[in-house]
């Protein structure tokens, strides 16, 4: 299995930040491209992305399907 190397910031995160950053973590780790998860769940590509930068925040609907996708439990 591919070692997957993530570096933190080290300023403090905020929380919904530091909830985007997870979720990348779990998206790399299970090889999937943010395209690859746009077409299993409602959710465009570049929304994810600006979620994974912390940029956006995330509705709890969104946040499930995309737990699902990701196998998160």
Do not use: C, H
């Amino acid at each position: 299995m591919e070692t997957i190397t993530v570096k933190f910031p080290t300023a403090k995160l905020t929380p919904q930040r530091e909830l985007g950053l997870r979720i990348k973590i779990y998206r790399l780790y299970r090889n999937l491209s943010a395209r690859d998860v746009e077409k299993q769940i409602d959710l465009p590509w570049s929304s994810l992305s600006r979620i994974e930068s912390g940029k956006r925040s995330i509705d709890i609907i969104s946040l499930n399907k995309l737990a699902t996708v990701l196998q998160i439990p």
